[in-house]
C-alpha cells in the first residue's frame, strides 16, 4: 500500500488546516492508522491514531482538544482536522499504517509528509 498525505500549507496562530492520507494499492480500512510530525532539529513524535473501524483514537496531549483524527474507509482516506493551530505545530507531518499507538515502530507503511508551517 502507499500513501500520500496532502493538505498542509501556510496558516496563522489560531487558524485551521485540514490534513489527508489517501492509500492506493490496497484498502486502507483493514489498518490502524497513524499521524505523526516532525519539526526541524528534532525527532519524530505522535500526533494520533485511529483503529481500523475508526471507533477508538488516541492523541498526544499536546494535541488533544485542538485535532482531530477520523477516516472514510470508502474513500480510503485518513485525516487530520487541526484547529487553534499554534507556531510549535510547525512540522512536516506524516500518515502511516499499521497502529494507532505512539510508538513509531508499530507502523509499516508512511507517507511521505506534508509540510505544515503555523506563523505568529
Known amino acids: 500500500v502507499q500513501l500520500q498525505a496532502s493538505g498542509g500549507g501556510l496558516v496563522q496562530a489560531g487558524g485551521s488546516l485540514r490534513l489527508s492520507c489517501a492509500a492506493s494499492g490496497r484498502t486502507l480500512s483493514s489498518y490502524a492508522v497513524g499521524w505523526f510530525r516532525q519539526a526541524p532539529g528534532k525527532e519524530r513524535e505522535f500526533v494520533a491514531g485511529i483503529s481500523w473501524s475508526g471507533g477508538d483514537t488516541n492523541y498526544a496531549d499536546s494535541v488533544k482538544g485542538r485535532f482531530t483524527i477520523s477516516r472514510d474507509n470508502a474513500k480510503k482516506t485518513a485525516y487530520l482536522q487541526m484547529n487553534s493551530l499554534k507556531p510549535e505545530d510547525t512540522a512536516v507531518y506524516y500518515c502511516?499504517?499499521?497502529?494507532?499507538?505512539?510508538?513509531?515502530?508499530?507502523?509499516?507503511?508512511w507517507g511521505q509528509g506534508t509540510l505544515v508551517t503555523v506563523s505568529s
Open positions: 502511516a499504517i499499521g497502529s494507532m499507538l505512539s510508538d513509531p515502530k508499530n507502523y509499516w507503511a
